[in-house]
T-cell receptor
Framework: DVKVTQSSRYLVKRTGEKVFLECVQD?????MFWYRQDPGLGLRLIYF???????EKGDIPEGYSVSREKKERFSLILESASTNQTSMYLC????????????FGPGTRLTVT | AQSVTQLGSHVSVSEGALVLLRCNYS??????LFWYVQYPNQGLQLLLK??????LVKGINGFEAEFKKSETSFHLTKPSAHMSDAAEYFC???????????FGTGTKLQVIP
């Protein structure tokens, strides 16, 4: 059974803190993605990676960075958390072959106070 | 460029009634189309996908969708709603060689007993 796991389901951080969100997939997928989900806005792509150490900006990269040192792991970093980054964060992965359907983790609900 | 429009952010149906969730897309190349479902506090799960071939696609939990190129639509249907269908549904499109998938803003389905 395919699996994408995220390090935390719920996280509360203070403004200005550096925040790390971790994502691990066990499907040997080349592609990994970070989205944020907000009511009425759907899923918005923050960053994606198509290979180890490779990354591309998505639609809303400002205030975020990413790291992919190993194929199975993709980290999202909030350099200095702000209240407008309170959101649900979803990680996904997909194969670079075939249809590119994405498999999602359970999400991390981040609250920045 | 590619985009997705989901008509209706909230849809209510009675248990046993037809479910119809609307999705229109734009893509400069023949698209791959997806429907995902998200249950409360969970990640997204693939319901069904269209790639090529048969335009009527069957998915899990009795859902199906029809690709209509002339209408640029990919509406999701289920003949008889069940209480367990209450969730948020996302339509998504992938066009071209670029590996990014664009998601709609979602439709929350409420099933009334």
């Amino acid at each position: 059974d395919v699996k994408v796991t995220q390090s935390s389901r719920y996280l509360v951080k203070r403004t200005g803190e550096k925040v790390f969100l971790e994502c691990v997939q066990d499907m040997d997928h080349e592609n990994m993605f970070w989205y944020r989900q907000d009511p009425g806005l759907g899923l918005r792509l923050i960053y994606f990676s198509y290979d180890v150490k490779m990354k591309e900006k998505g639609d809303i990269p400002e205030g975020y960075s990413v790291s992919r040192e190993k194929k199975e792991r993709f980290s999202l970093i909030l350099e200095s958390a702000s209240t407008n980054q309170t959101s649900m964060y979803l990680c996904a992965s997909s194969s670079a072959q075939g249809v590119y359907e994405q498999y999602f983790g359970p999400g991390t609900r981040l609250t920045v106070t | 460029a590619q985009s997705v429009t989901q008509l209706g952010s909230h849809v209510s149906v009675s248990e046993g009634a037809l479910v119809l969730l609307r999705c229109n897309y734009s893509s400069s190349v023949p698209p791959y189309l997806f429907w995902y479902v998200q249950y409360p506090n969970q990640g997204l799960q693939l319901l069904l996908k269209y790639t090529t071939g048969a335009t009527l696609v069957k998915g899990i939990n009795g859902f199906e969708a029809e690709f209509k190129k002339s209408e640029t639509s990919f509406h999701l249907t289920k003949p008889s709603a069940h209480m367990s269908d209450a969730a948020e549904y996302f339509c998504a499109v992938k066009g071209g060689g670029y590996q990014k998938v664009t998601f709609g803003t979602g439709t929350k389905l409420q099933v009334i007993p």
